[in-house]
């Protein structure tokens, strides 16, 4: 088992990283993993660097799957379905609470992991590997209910469903939310019966197999859940296998449509959590204290690096100075630095080139008119083993329009584009002015105007007096480019099985010929 690493800068240890006697910070190698175990490519000439943020060091080098590996990832998930499938809901679902149960038991060790190798602060790290654990439980659960339908036909006969696995399930991660999303996907998946392999993002790759361990350990089928590395030519060849039965992925709406069509070549089911340009709305008769709580959770939690962030914050004119003077002073306030360390509240983005990406949407932001209230910059930490990490500070935008490039685009960064309204009938029709649909909110203590805005809100997940609170036992997905299907919920059963119709004749056939 190989190990790779830079030099150690703190103090925690985990099982998953391990210190040399050259004091240095090693990921357990190799990353991918099926048939019960991880898996060496050997002398493979397609590796992949993978970089801690907080430094811009290399952790350890990822080696990508080409056909060969993503065709015996696949067979062994098949090996594995057709035990699964044949169990009873109940059997799955213990299976799936020790696994859940382990998870916790190793909540600090996946959370350190996380933050080391995704760059979110240790606190939210923590609340990922919770919400992957809930998730867990909560399809668990369910596994133990699915059930069909019986229907009383004329003269004694009757009809039945049987809700059915698909088979062999496809899972696509972004480097966002690594390990809770590599739970989203598999949990609802195996409670219904099916396999999974999954291939996480290139960037974050390191907790996906402990996930796939997790299972291992809990009782699990040998080769249930498997995890494949690479980047988008991996995916493609995931996509198209003939024996994947269903594809889930989360990711940018372009991946999305190409996955899209990946799959309708094999006229396969998918599930797409794509990406978002969400408003939220403040209207002069919210708890001001309260709504810069939420814009402050609907901007800035892990980095601005949300799908369902609400960055195009609408104002109501009369309370719009007095809003932009208290996010301000409280954006200023927010705690840069070491990802590991409890007091940090915003910890480095997660690659060098998407931090160039965000900085470089400020920079036309200002350009374009808009005017920086604070942040948007560079951002050294005072220790200096973090020179080199990709920090910046949170972004305040003032004197935005709706046509500019920073309101218009999803930036997926720590930048806040702040709108004054007038009126209800004008913030509705520029709110829902978007490609985009997957989340909005709203902030008033009128109850009939918070759901009447609500209604009329084109998006798939909104939020009244909150924003960004994603309980497992709700649905979570878009409307128009920000996806299909959803995700959490008892409803994702139905996108991860398939209904099968019996007819039962209990008398003579009456037949026409």
């Known amino acids: 088992m190989a190990l790779c690493g830079a030099p150690l800068r ?16 090693l990921i357990r190698e190799p990353l991918n993993y099926w048939r019960g175990g991880r898996v060496g490519l050997g002398a493979a000439e397609a590796t992949q ?4 943020p907080a430094t811009g060091r290399v952790l350890c080098r990822l080696q990508q799957c080409g056909a060969e590996e993503v065709d015996q990832a696949v067979q062994s998930a098949r090996s594995a379905f057709l035990a699964w499938s044949r169990m009873a809901g109940m059997e799955r679902a213990r299976v799936m609470l020790d696994a859940a149960r382990i998870v916790e038991m190793r909540r600090e060790e996946i ?66 939310y690594p390990f809770q999303i590599a739970a989203w996907k598999s949990a609802p998946a195996l409670a219904c019966g099916n396999s999974m392999v999954f291939k996480p993002s290139p960037v974050t790759p390191v907790t996906a197999v402990l996930l ?30 003939p024996s994947v039965a269903k594809v889930s992925f989360t990711g940018s709406v372009a991946t999305g449509q190409k996955i899209m069509a990946m799959a309708a070549t094999g006229v396969k089911p998918v599930t797409l959590e794509l990406g978002g340009k969400s408003p939220l709305i403040i209207f002069e008769d919210s708890d001001l204290e309260n709504a810069v709580r939420g814009s402050l959770m609907a901007n800035f939690l892990s980095q601005g690096q949300v799908c369902s962030n609400g960055t195009r914050v609408f104002v109501q004119r009369p309370v719009l100075s007095q809003f932009l003077e208290a996010v301000v002073r409280r954006t200023k306030a927010i705690r840069i630095g070491d990802p590991l360390l409890e007091e940090t509240r915003m910890g480095p983005l ?33 220790d200096p083993t973090l020179k080199d990490g990709y920090f910046m500070t949170p972004c305040v935008l003032d004197n935005c329009t709706d046509d500019m490039t920073c309101v218009k685009e999803e930036i997926f960064g720590p930048v806040m584009s702040v709108l004054p309204f007038d009126t209800e009938e004008e913030v509705l029709r520029r709110a829902n002015d978007s490609i985009m649909g997957l989340a909005a909110g709203v902030f008033t203590r009128d109850v009939k105007r918070a759901h009447r805005v609500v209604e009329n809100l084109q998006a798939g997940t ?25 995700e959490n919920g008892q409803v994702t059963a139905e996108f991860y099985s398939q209904l099968k119709t019996v007819v039962v004749e209990m008398g003579d056939v009456h037949s026409l010929f």
Request: net charge neutral; aromatic share 8%.
């Open 10 to 25: 703190r103090a925690p240890l985990v099982a998953g990283v391990r210190r040399a006697s050259s004091g240095s910070l």
């Open 49 to 52: 660097a993978v970089y801690e």
């Open 111 to 176: 959370a350190e992991l996380e933050a080391v190798n995704n760059g979110k602060s240790i606190t939210e790290a923590r609340l990922d590997v919770d919400s992957a654990r809930l998730c867990m439980e909560y399809y668990a659960g369910l596994s133990g209910t699915l059930a069909g339908q019986h229907v009383q036909l004329p003269g004694g006969s009757f009809a039945y469903t049987r809700r059915e696995p698909l088979g062999v399930c496809a899972g696509i991660g972004a480097w966002n």
């Open 212 to 241: 796939a361990e997790i299972y291992a350990q809990a009782g699990a089928p040998e080769g249930l859940y498997n995890v494949v590395q690479g980047g988008h030519q991996t995916g493609a060849l995931l996509c198209r296998h």
């Open 350 to 382: 997660a690659s060098r080139p998407h931090l160039e990406r965000v900085l470089g949407f400020i920079s036309q932001a200002k350009e374009e008119g808009a005017r920086v209230l604070y942040g948007g910059e560079r951002y050294t930490p005072a």
């Open 462 to 486: 909104c939020f009244i007096n909150n924003y960004n609170i994603t309980p497992v036992e709700v649905p979570f997905g878009g409307y128009k480019a920000s996806g299909i299907g959803r």
